[in-house]
């Protein structure tokens, strides 16, 4: 799992924040670490999460009145969130396009505040497949055979260093007449 950890300060008038793309590959679970989002002179009223890949949007209320029988304090007293608050940890596994090599998305995070201002965070995500050579990264010759009269081709078992995979190749010698 992959932490990306967004910081904002007070927000005093509506805005939109466009973060840096962040590369992952294969189908990574990031968790939107939004603790960083300073809090002290308005409260998040409201989150909307559109994760961006097409998934069902998330939206998050405040509770009006803070339950301390069922949640944690630890928000308030590690970051001075009095309270509690919605921005917390969120969790989203993705998964990149099986018809194209990389896939961008753009996970967006709306917060309304106490004071009717809005914060728009957005974070773009590029999600790059895993190739052929990611899977078995390193190989050994485990055996040879040479086949055919001539032994102009030949089998080669190859074993993968990262997951013991064995790959049976054979070689056509003729190639490269």
């Known amino acids: 799992m992959s932490n990306i950890f967004i910081t904002l300060s007070a927000n005093t008038e509506n805005r939109t924040v466009l973060k840096d793309e962040i590369t992952f590959k294969s189908d990574p679970t990031i968790n ?6 300073d809090e002290v002179a308005n409260q ?3 989150l909307d999460v559109n994760w961006g890949d097409g998934s069902d949007t998330n939206f998050n209320q405040k509770d009006l ?13 590690l970051y001075g969130k009095v309270g509690g608050t919605i921005l ?22 709306l917060v309304h505040y ?6 728009d ?11 052929y050579y990611d899977n078995i990264q390193k190989l050994g010759i485990q055996s040879t055979q040479m086949t055919g009269v001539s032994g102009s081709n030949t089998v080669a078992n190859l074993e993968s260093k990262f997951d013991k995979r064995t790959y049976v190749t054979y070689l056509n010698n003729w190639l490269y007449k």
């Open 32 to 37: 939107f670490v939004l603790t960083g989002i």
């Open 44 to 46: 998040a009223l409201t």
């Open 65 to 77: 009145v803070f339950n301390y029988k069922k949640e944690s304090i630890f928000n308030e007293m």
């Open 88 to 109: 917390d940890s969120y969790e989203h596994t993705y998964v990149p396009s099986t018809s194209s090599f990389a896939t961008s998305l753009t996970a967006q995070f």
């Open 114 to 119: 106490n004071n009717g201002f809005y914060a």
């Open 121 to 131: 965070i957005l974070q773009p995500i590029k999600l790059v497949r895993e190739s």
